[in-house]
């Protein structure tokens, strides 16, 4: 039930089926409001006036040109799906499935096919519902300005740079929300006296560990939890999840800890970063392998990645220890350090870049960026990066004047 109702949320289904049931179902109070206050016969200002022949041709032509634009959507959705599962990235169909713009205009025109066809189905000799007629016109005009700006968004989703600003935005937002200071270290939470051991009861990806919640939980309770797992692990049934400081008879609190931690079938963007990045490497590697080679794509991919880790690299990362409003330590959860952060983005691209002087100059622009911002610790972590992109260069072959161009790039002193 929980991967259906993530799933049903944020496709194709949810939110388009809650929107076309929402008119649908506006459509009943609006034929009551025309019974209980019927004009017929009485003189009607312009945009109301209307014959009972030309209401039911009105009616006809907005269902069937709302259902047959819906068929076009959903073809055009599945063209933009097929163009960027072998031009971009296979993994970005979950975005654009998640697209709040696909999914309203979905719901819309679906919304509208049902309301004209209902009241067209109470339309007849002794009822011309005009206030309904009205509000169809009005679901057909909002139609037509939403498919607009269907097309326009459309436009943007087969735009890789578009889709790398997007992608970067949400490893931003998942980065920095590793930024929250704390005052706890790793040795204040003792997790020998945590006995309570909760294990997935199914197989799946985590998606999802709601860090609130758990440090609510462990508050009320007045103990401790300890994640064992973090977003984008594979867990298998059986496995465990967290162990706890509670009794383990106490069911409610198990449940609320499994409702924190939502595992699902396939990997998703929510609270992953590692997803997050992979994306952005994926469209980089692709970018930069043989049979594409587009190397501004990835330089566009690199720029983005260094865009995200700003914070990360100015600040630092936080500990893995959470404390509630005492400052009691109550939550432990898997986190990421610096050096993983920068090792997950930096060496795969330095890699694929071996032969490619272009690219291995422009992370040498990149690692520059980030070491003018960095704090003490970060600076180390890049001075040696700086070193292995230096070796990959040299891997690859070069002659000496473009090795010496990209020593000097580097504006940070590199051990020989």
Known sequence: MKVWSILTLHGLLGVPGAIAIGLWLLAFPMIWVDTQFTIIGDPLPFWLAISAETARSLLTTIATAAITTLSMVYSIMLVVFTLAAGNIAPRLLQRFSRDRVNQITAGLLGGTFLYALTVLRASGPELRPEFSIAMAFLLAAASVLQIIHFVHSVSRSVTIDAEVAKISEQLEQ???????????????????????????????????????VLLQLAREYDTSIAVRVAPGDFVLAGQTLAVAGFDGDNKQAAAAVH???????????????????????????????PGVNDSFTAVACADRIAAALVKAVSEGLRADVRCDENGVARLKVPGMSLEDLLNMTLHPLRQASRGNILMLDHLGVVLNSLYSIAGSDAKELIIAHGKALIETARAGDPIEFDLEFLRHRLNFEIEN
């Open 174 to 212: 998942q980065v920095n929300a590793l930024l929250v200071e704390t005052d706890a270290g790793p040795n204040d939470l003792n997790e020998d006296k945590l006995e309570t051991k909760l294990l997935a009861q199914q197989s799946g990806y985590v998606t999802t560990l709601n860090e609130a």
């Open 259 to 289: 409702s924190a931690i939502v595992l699902q079938a396939y990997r998703g963007a929510v609270d992953d970063i590692r997803f997050s990045i992979r994306i952005l490497l994926e469209i980089a590697l692709r970018a930069l392998s």
